[in-house]
């Protein structure tokens, strides 16, 4: 496969001042508005429907708070920051969508359509692999994640689909969650069916609408989806050990961080807190963050998982950060620059990459004061940027002998490969983003 080389620079960059105030208030909405959100991440196989869903249409406009603001010298970016559009992966199916990416190094998956395409990214994005595409009716993939060495991918008809890979670089089916075993074994009984609708009942194992997200850490693995509910999975046999029903509408992202603690954001307006209370056995509410005034899209952790970035279709990003106190997180910042929805977020070290429905990908940076600034803006996009992947390369070809870089997938059907010229990236790489 050849991969069209670009000389295009990002066409604009901007700076902006830190930010570290909220709009006052706190969410809240009317059922018809939840209701109308729910479908906000189900609408997103076409981009009419982005134009048109109700529920994608953001507040009023926000004053610009742009400036031309420098860097500080204190920041492990150069300054200007090099950036520069270097590829661009064709489109990769007649539906034109890039659903999902995720990066194992050397691989990057994307999800387009049913189909997972795998290209390896050390070999000028070579094509080595496309699986799933046996099985058209297992639906559109919604998100992929990785554990232990196996993929796991999430799909539009309610199951986790669980694949290894082989040393020709090859993809098998392992696994479908809920797993036959698992079914059998609870089928006899009729206390483990729950009714999903009227006259409809089903095993409280599996899900009933369209799986939205997986998260992986440790012994757990996390499944969310559009019938409000979140599972956990045990990884050594691949069997439900739990099931909650967790919001009140949609759930469209979930996060855990590497002590165990799960965050799922839903078309309610709501982020949830879960964790195991003392004592227990099984996760529990810890809390509930509610400062976003519309559906939530994404959620992504920082490297300790003490700061949480969510996004959501009023245009903004929080910053979340971890407190003594009844509330658990507390928001330290409101990120604001993209003029639609944000879909997904990213985090790695002081670095945050934000894909939104405006077409654009944005860079923000925390300063040592705690203080964000936006670095960056790309509009390369023709449709709504769904996903973004991340990796460092120590090794670049950017300033300074390395670089992070950055896929933007879309509902243009491109995936483009970005690479950010930096002096320094602190800390350990982390794309916990969704």
């Known amino acids: 496969?050849?991969?069209?080389?670009?000389?295009?620079?990002?066409?604009?960059?901007?700076?902006?001042?830190?930010?570290?105030?909220?709009?006052?208030?706190t969410s809240s909405s009317s059922d018809n508005t939840s209701s109308s959100a729910s479908t906000s991440l189900s609408s997103l196989t076409s981009y009419n429907s982005l134009q048109t869903n109700l529920s994608l249409q953001t507040l009023p406009s926000i004053p610009s708070l742009q400036t031309n603001l420098l860097l500080s010298p204190s920041s492990s970016l150069s300054s200007p920051l090099p950036l520069s559009l270097h590829h661009t992966l064709p489109s990769l199916s007649p539906c034109g969508v890039i659903a999902s990416l995720a990066l194992r190094h050397p691989l990057l998956y994307a999800a387009s359509g049913h189909q997972?395409?795998?290209?390896?990214?050390?070999?000028?994005?070579?094509?080595v692999d496309t699986f799933n595409s046996r099985d058209p009716s297992s639906g559109s993939v919604k998100s992929i994640t990785f554990h232990r060495g196996k993929v796991l991918t999430a799909h539009q008809d309610s199951?986790?689909?669980?694949?290894?890979?082989?040393?020709?670089?090859?993809?098998?089916?392992?696994?479908?969650?809920?797993?036959v075993k698992d079914r059998l074994r609870r089928s006899v009984f009729p206390k483990n069916y729950v009714t999903v609708r009227r006259h409809k009942k089903r095993l409280w194992i599996e899900h009933h609408d369209a799986v939205s997200g997986l998260a992986a850490s440790g012994d757990l693995i996390c499944s969310v989806s559009w019938d409000k509910c979140l599972k956990i999975w045990r990884p050594s046999d691949f069997r439900?050990?739990?099931?909650?029903?967790?919001?009140?509408?949609?759930?469209?992202?979930?996060?855990?961080?590497?002590?165990?603690?799960?965050?799922?954001?839903s078309a309610d307006c709501r982020i949830k807190v879960w964790g195991i209370?003392?004592?227990?056995?099984?996760?529990?509410?810890?809390?509930?963050?509610?400062?976003?005034?519309?559906?939530?899209?994404?959620?992504?952790?920082?490297?300790d998982g003490t700061v949480l970035f969510s996004g959501a279709c009023d245009r903004s990003i929080l910053v979340w950060e971890r407190e003594d106190s009844a509330n658990y997180m507390v928001v330290t910042g409101a990120l604001?620059?993209?003029?639609?929805?944000?879909?997904?977020?990213?985090?790695?070290?002081?670095?945050?990459?934000s894909g939104s429905a405006d077409r654009t990908v944005r860079i923000w940076q925390r300063g040592h004061d705690g203080k964000f600034c936006c670095l960056t803006v790309s509009d390369a996009h023709e449709k709504p940027v769904r996903s973004l992947a991340v990796?460092?390369?120590?090794?670049?070809?950017?300033?300074?002998?390395?670089?992070?870089?950055?896929?933007?997938?879309?509902?243009?059907?491109?995936?483009?490969?970005?690479?950010v010229g930096v002096s320094k990236v602190s800390g350990n790489l982390h794309s916990n983003g969704f």
């Open 240 to 265: 439900c050990v739990q099931s909650v029903e967790a919001h009140d509408d949609a759930i469209n992202a979930v996060a855990v961080s590497g002590d165990g603690i799960i965050y799922t954001a």
């Open 391 to 419: 990796v460092v390369d120590e090794g670049g070809s950017a300033a300074g002998g390395g670089g992070v870089r950055v896929f933007s997938g879309s509902l243009d059907g491109d995936i483009k490969v970005w690479e």
């Open 116 to 127: 997972i395409h795998v290209f390896d990214v050390t070999d000028n994005y070579a094509l």
């Open 336 to 353: 604001r620059g993209h003029s639609k929805a944000i879909l997904c977020l990213i985090n790695v070290s002081d670095l945050l990459f």
């Open 159 to 179: 199951r986790i689909r669980v694949w290894e890979l082989a040393a020709d670089k090859k993809h098998e089916l392992v696994a479908t969650l809920p797993t």
């Open 1 to 25: 496969m050849k991969i069209r080389s670009w000389l295009s620079t990002f066409s604009t960059t901007t700076t902006m001042p830190p930010l570290n105030h909220l709009s006052s208030g």
């Open 277 to 303: 209370p003392f004592g227990e056995r099984q996760y529990g509410p810890i809390a509930t963050l509610e400062k976003h005034k519309s559906a939530v899209n994404a959620l992504a952790l920082n490297g």
